[in-house]
């Protein structure tokens, strides 16, 4: 998630965001990056090689811990949903707030989607 924190922060700096702004950007990425990181590690357990496009089942093999062997494949997959509904709900609450403060509507369907995507991906 580090990674996603850094693009995220860059790009929200870049387009003038406060230091507020830039927090909530911090942690959205934050959230999606260890989503990500879930549904990686679930679809290594879920998923096939014809679907994925890669081996699966290679962190068992290697005898990787991951987030499925540490908590489970249900409770895996609760958390990875509600990390990213709470992504989701911070950064639709942080494109209404500066929608207000410039008092205009705010397109940010794109990166909502890109988020939605990488967070729910079954490949």
Do not use: C, P, W
């Amino acid at each position: 998630s580090a990674l996603l924190e850094s693009a995220m922060v860059v790009g929200a700096v870049l387009a003038g965001a406060d230091e507020n702004q830039q927090r909530v950007i911090e942690s959205v990425a934050g959230l999606v990056g260890l989503a990500f990181q879930i549904q990686d590690d679930i679809l290594d357990v879920t998923s096939s090689l014809e679907v994925l496009g890669k081996q699966v089942g290679s962190d068992e093999k290697n005898n990787k811990t991951t987030y499925v062997t540490l908590k489970g494949l249900e409770t895996a997959s609760t958390e990875q949903k509600e990390l990213s509904n709470r992504a989701i709900e911070r950064l639709e609450g942080l494109q209404k707030d500066i929608a207000a403060q410039k008092n205009t509507a705010l397109q940010g369907d794109f990166l909502l989607a890109l988020i939605r995507s990488l967070i729910t991906r079954v490949k």
